[in-house]
């Protein structure tokens, strides 16, 4: 017997084939959710979705009939007499944030032959991805201090611990996926994923970076422009409040020669200029102004979400004991780069760790073991959802995160 669960993330969907009988994953399948072309983000699909009743229909279907054919695919790859599944509707349990599982509440699963399993969210645009997280990461905490970072364009922040369990959502926006950065791109063929400078500290000293599938670069992936900031605040081209140097003044504070080379301006007979200076990667590929401040807003809704929660919870800094890193996103970055940027702080450094993705993990336990989603909804009983749009320290913590750490 074979089942499915489904991660629904706002920019990818990720599925899994789960082989009821060993209790274990024997197949995976991603692909671009089929609702961007509604909008990158989940602001963006509520604008479309509110639009008119036909556009909520559009929304339910793309990402209904994406979920029924990735299901059927699962179960397609899987050799002819194993499983039964064909006898009785093939059952998928779903996760997501509030937009992306309210988008197909109405949609009619059933009619294709998929029994749903709609995990219930947290509240206040916690979904039901972080009630799978956190989930995962309740059953084996052993009492530690533990906050989840679930990092994406929806990114679910929850502390788990033996005094209060807190949670919430910050709108990080497409920019951690790429999305409305100038040269930015998903994680795919072509993006350059990758970024450091060389060991040499020399005036020969530059850039250099890695492309996923190692050809000719077609842009910057979220991943990159982590690495690539991380990179730039080493070399002293962008300052820790995101200010993006001119070359002279790169000249004066002696930046090796190679990457004082690599600082432009768009002048006004430029169609472009209203990006102004901005840092070439190579011919075409290029991180702007405009760009930094973008990721500045992202890296300080998350980073102010994560002092919530912490606040929140009556706790401090110094006695977390672990800061979970997740999702895909999270999967790809590095440590030293979130501590760079400014989005996970200093001091909780050695405590990261990188977990992938434990949402779509909880998803398959609930597919293995429906009395899971029972013990889930009971820890959902537990956590208080902050809403940081709301909360009274938000406007003041969002503008003191805005800064990177200096390096």
Do not use: W
Request: proline share 2%; charged share 20%; aromatic share 6%.
């Amino acid at each position: 017997m074979y089942g499915t669960a489904f991660d629904l993330g706002t920019t990818t969907v990720v599925g899994y084939l789960c082989n009821l009988e060993t209790g274990k994953v024997t197949g995976t399948l991603s692909e671009s959710n089929a609702q961007i072309e509604c909008g990158l983000d989940v602001l963006s699909r509520v604008s479309f979705r509110n639009a008119s009743k036909e556009n909520a229909l559009k929304l339910a279907s793309l990402l209904g009939d994406q979920v029924c054919r990735m299901a059927n695919e699962l179960i397609s790859g899987i050799k002819s007499g194993v499983t039964d599944a064909g006898k009785s509707p093939l059952k998928a349990v779903l996760v997501g944030n509030p937009v992306i599982m309210g988008s197909v509440a109405d949609y009619d699963f059933e009619s294709a032959g998929i029994e749903a399993v709609r995990i219930p969210g947290i509240g206040h645009y916690v979904g039901a991805d972080a009630l799978a997280a956190s989930y995962v990461t309740e059953k084996d905490r052993k009492g530690r201090n533990i906050v989840i970072v679930d990092i994406g364009t929806n990114t679910e922040i929850i502390l788990l611990s033996n005094g209060k369990k807190t949670a919430t959502s910050a709108a990080a926006g497409p920019a951690m996926e790429g999305g409305n950065l100038v040269c930015g791109m998903r994680g795919e063929e072509g993006a350059i994923e990758f970024v450091k400078l060389t060991d040499a500290v020399s005036q020969n000293r530059d850039i250099i970076f890695k492309v996923i599938g190692d050809v000719a670069p077609t842009g910057i992936c979220g991943s990159g422009y982590f690495f690539l900031l991380k990179a730039l605040l080493e070399a002293g081209v962008i300052n820790n409040d995101g200010y993006l140097i001119s070359k002279e003044e790169a000249l004066r504070a002696n930046v090796p020669g190679r990457i004082v080379a690599r600082i432009h301006e768009n002048n006004d007979s430029d169609p472009a200029s209203e990006k102004g200076r901005f840092f070439a990667l190579t011919e075409s590929i290029a991180i702007y102004r405009e760009d930094i401040r973008n990721l500045q807003l992202a890296i300080s809704a998350i980073k102010t979400g994560i002092d919530i929660v912490i606040n929140e919870a009556g706790l401090t800094e110094s006695v977390i004991d672990n800061v979970f890193i997740a999702g895909a996103f999270g999967n790809k970055i590095s440590v030293d780069s979130l501590t760079a940027v400014g989005m996970l702080p200093g001091t909780l450094y050695d405590k990261a760790i990188r977990v992938g993705n434990i949402a779509g993990l909880g998803a398959c336990l609930f597919m293995f073991d429906e009395v899971k989603i029972t013990d889930a909804i009971n820890l959902k009983k537990e956590i208080l959802t902050v809403s940081l749009a709301d909360h009274p320290d938000f406007q003041r913590l969002f503008m003191e995160n805005m800064n990177f750490n200096i390096i």
